[in-house]
Nanobody, 123 residues
Framework: VQLQASGGGLVQAGGSLSLSCTTSGRIFSRYVMGWFRQAPGKEREFVAAISWSGLTPSYADSVKGRFTIGRDNAKNTLFLQMNSLKPEDTAIYSC?????????????????WGQGTQVTVSS
């Protein structure tokens, strides 16, 4: 099982970036999918997650109203649209898959992880 995240980059504060995560088909449509981030010297933190149906998204308070998570089960792809970016959003962003059926904000609930993609927001 592999997850591949992409779409990171350097953007000015107030700008936007769109992240994508492609996965192997046998897990994607049945798993809760999430995005986490880790800044230098900090612990990994929850960003957003979405149910297998795509109908139930969940967001960290710090990104609510600015980030939008989505998924396309037909294309085995998870998305994260990030708007109004702030310097404090700078981190390595990773996608993850959870088999447990309910959305969790805890990294240990996610069994599969992709490599991260760097997001840097300049002030």
């Amino acid at each position: 099982v592999q997850l591949q995240a992409s779409g990171g980059g350097l953007v000015q504060a107030g700008g936007s970036l769109s992240l994508s995560c492609t996965t192997s088909g046998r897990i994607f449509s049945r798993y809760v999918m999430g995005w986490f981030r880790q800044a230098p010297g900090k612990e990994r933190e929850f960003v957003a997650a979405i149910s297998w149906s795509g109908l139930t998204p969940s967001y960290a308070d710090s990104v609510k109203g600015r980030f939008t998570i989505g998924r396309d089960n037909a294309k085995n792809t998870l998305f994260l649209q990030m708007n109004s970016l702030k310097p404090e959003d700078t981190a390595i962003y990773s996608c993850a898959a959870s088999p447990w059926g309910t959305i969790s904000t805890t990294p240990r609930s996610y069994d599969y992880w992709g490599q991260g993609t760097q997001v840097t927001v300049s002030s």
